[in-house]
């Protein structure tokens, strides 16, 4: 399994509040904050829009970054987007060592067409979106598949009966629901209420 990292260039900042974060991004910069597990404080640092557009473009999970004079490799732990524009105001970046497991959220996609949608009339639902697991840095998944293609009215999963690789852990609830297929709502029926005429 080939790791993908990517290089990131990012630049020390001193830290004065909402203002000097205005400013980190009017010069077409993203404020952010790095810290790791081993970290008693944590680095406030900027890097520039279009290298975290590639950064994210590239389809990894470990970053490498220099932090003072040391190199270290990192995961994006948030992002924090603007509720409109949907630019990003801020990020953090966590320290990983690549032989310890972290906890990572990770999407959900669901494949195929289910049955009960397709011949049933009914509605998928999916309430859960993502999961976390644990796992070494270099075994983060891009999204785990769920294939809802024989799934009829009334059929539902559970996060537990996510069928994980052996490198990973699962560290979310197993008794939310994933995906499941129900009766689509009439809206023609009217609603009566007991203890009207």
């Known amino acids: 399994m080939s790791v993908k990292e990517f290089k990131l260039e990012v630049n020390?900042?001193?830290?004065?509040?909402?203002?000097?974060?205005?400013?980190?991004?009017?010069?077409?910069?993203?404020?952010?904050?790095?810290?790791?597990?081993?970290?008693?404080?944590?680095i406030p640092f900027s890097i520039a829009q279009k290298e975290l557009f590639e950064a994210q473009k590239s389809g990894s999970h470990i970053f490498n970054i220099s932090v003072g004079d040391k190199k270290r490799n990192v995961i994006f732990k948030s992002v924090q987007y603007h509720p409109v524009t949907d630019d990003i105001l801020h990020i953090d970046l966590?320290?990983?060592?690549?032989?310890?497991k972290i906890t990572v959220k990770v999407s959900i996609h669901l494949t195929g067409d289910a049955d009960g949608v397709k011949n049933e009339g009914g509605v998928l639902n999916s309430p859960t979106s993502e999961i976390e697991i644990e796992c070494l840095p270099m075994d983060i998944p891009d999204?785990?598949?769920?294939?809802?293609?024989?799934?009829?009215?009334?059929?539902?999963?559970?996060?537990?009966?996510?069928?994980?690789?052996?490198?990973?852990?699962?560290?979310?609830?197993?008794?939310?629901?994933?995906a499941s297929v129900t009766h689509a709502m009439r809206e023609d029926e009217p609603v009566v209420e007991e203890g009207e005429d």
Request: aromatic share 6%; charged share 35%.
């Open 143 to 178: 999204a785990i598949e769920i294939d809802v293609t024989e799934f009829s009215i009334g059929d539902s999963m559970q996060v537990g009966e996510i069928k994980l690789d052996e490198i990973h852990t699962l560290m979310s609830s197993p008794d939310a629901v994933v």
């Open 12 to 42: 020390k900042r001193d830290v004065d509040g909402k203002k000097g974060s205005k400013r980190v991004r009017r010069e077409g910069n993203i404020p952010g904050v790095y810290y790791s597990h081993d970290s008693k404080v944590s």
């Open 94 to 100: 966590y320290g990983v060592k690549m032989d310890e």
